[in-house]
Each structure stands twice: as structure tokens, then as C-alpha cells.
């Protein structure tokens, strides 16, 4: 499976990640062990979707990066 998923932190501050293995990858950004992330204080995971396909996958975390996917996420996901 594939995953895409949202993490927050107390500032609310929000990160959208893609990964083939979700348990290891939260344990990565909780150890501060992405570059990305190191600066958020407590990362949880608030969200998250599986697929079968990668493509779809990362397409998926593709467009919740950009300007309508910020407002996807905020009025359906979280």
C-alpha cells in the first residue's frame, strides 16, 4: 500500500507526506529525523489515505500541495 498523509503541530502548522511504509515514516518524523519536519514541535498524525497505486498516491499528495488542495484539506480532511 501506499500512503499519503497530513501531520500538525501544536502551532498548527500543517505537512503533507507520502510514504510506502506509514509506521516507519511517522516514527522518522517524530525522531526528528526528516529535514523537512525537524522544526515542528510534536508532529501528530491527524490524517491519512491508502492506495493501491503509487501513481495515484503521489498524485494525490501532489495536489494537496498546491493552492485548491490547501483548501481541499482544510474544508474536507482535517
Same mark, same amino acid.
Given at each position: 500500500?501506499?500512503?499519503?498523509? $497530513? ?18 515514516? $511517522? ?7 526528516? #529535514? ?31 493552492? #485548491? ?10
Amino acid at each position: 500500500m501506499h500512503y499519503v498523509y $497530513i501531520l500538525q503541530d501544536e502551532r498548527e502548522k500543517l505537512y503533507v507526506g507520502y510514504s510506502g511504509d506509514l509506521k516507519k515514516r $511517522i516514527q522518522d518524523h517524530k525522531y526528528k529525523e526528516v #529535514s523537512t519536519t525537524k522544526i515542528y514541535k510534536e508532529p501528530r498524525l491527524i490524517w491519512y489515505c491508502a492506495f493501491v497505486s503509487k501513481k495515484r498516491a503521489l498524485d494525490f499528495e501532489k495536489y494537496l500541495k498546491v493552492g #485548491s488542495g490547501h483548501a481541499f484539506t482544510r474544508k474536507h480532511l482535517i
